[in-house]
């Protein structure tokens, strides 16, 4: 089959979109709470909004994608995501904005389950464990470029620095007190400009394969008997509840313990935590052909506990700063490996197994919540202290997985025969 590369680039650019609207929102939460005059655990109800959509949404998505194929549900997406950050721009209060992020959490959810497949065709199957992790740094760009975007933003129009035409258009339309309200008319017009694209390219036929097959309500019922299944549900669940429970609060905390300005360091931190955890991806690729998956994630989780609890309990703010980035760098490898033991240790319905993993998403909707009303009562050091739990659930599958396949590793051993 001829390899149609515009799609895969296209694919990477919707990848880096998907990115760049998640992951904006914890440098956003001293602002919500400034700005909204809310309590640390009202600001965790923005995690949860955004990420309840992957329970609600993962499973159909993949329904959908079957029957009505790709373009028409990425283009469904976008039109979500789009609605979604109009809706917040035009109309900024609280509510609204937990309804805004609640759907464009949807169109997020959809585009995740349709691009991969589609990627897998464009790029060739030969190809794609390569193009995935291709797409996986665009993803990790964009997360770290997000909090850079919103910092430039919200510091030049706070001094009033008009210095272009994009600065003087955003400070004529978003709330003298909210300028930070300008990034979701960014959101707005790339999610806009993705339509336009998505409509006017040609989309190859995919044929999903068996592993891509989401299977009907009664494959995932009979499924969720499975005591195997219900535990790696909850390892993904307890990944992304690391991952946003750490990344959703990096700013306050910096900002409540150290005295550091939420629109500046805040948010280099956050840049950063994310940056790192992109290069310890490709630490952890070359690491998973030397050790066994599961050796390989106990050391980064016991390490990424490490980092935590120097972040939380050092009385230097530096020293901190360098903590809390590092935990990005240790929780890379984390989801890819939770993933493919998952789907290792069960031999067949990989498609439905995949789609109610990628439902334990919505542990970025409950732990960052529970940080945040831990944190209004102790203090957000005790409320961050909560991750160790999630950390800990994730040390616990380093023991008890029995994958039917481990991962191939290089041997160094010479060959007898």
Known sequence: MKRNYFIVVLIFFIFFVISFL????????????KGFSVSKGMAGLLNFSFFIAYGVMSVPAGILTERYKEKKVITAAFL???????????????GIYLISLFLIGMGMAILQVAINPLLRVSGGEEHFAFTSVLAQLFFGGASFLSPLMYS??????????LSNALLSTLNGIVPENLKW???YWIFAVIAAAMIIIVLISRFPKVELNEEEKVGSFSTVKEL??????????FGIFAYVGTEQGVASWISKFLQDYHGMNPEVEGAKAISWFWGLLTVGCILGLGLLKLMDSKLVLRIFVLAAMISLATALFTPNGQVAYYGFIMVGFFASVMWSVVFSLALNSLPNNHGAFSGILCSGIIGGAIVPLIVGVIGEKFGLRVGMAFVFLTLSYLLSITFWAKPLIKNKTISFKADST
Do not use: D, Q, W
């Open 181 to 183: 309200v300008s990034i």
């Open 80 to 94: 979500l995501a789009t609605t979604g950050a109009l809706l917040f721009s035009l109309n900024s209060s609280f």
């Open 224 to 233: 969720l008997k499975n005591k195997t299944v219900i535990l790696f549900f």
């Open 22 to 33: 998640t992951n904006i929102i914890g440098p956003l939460v001293p602002e919500v709470i």
């Open 152 to 161: 430039y933003l919200v510091t030049n129009l706070s001094e009033g620095n």
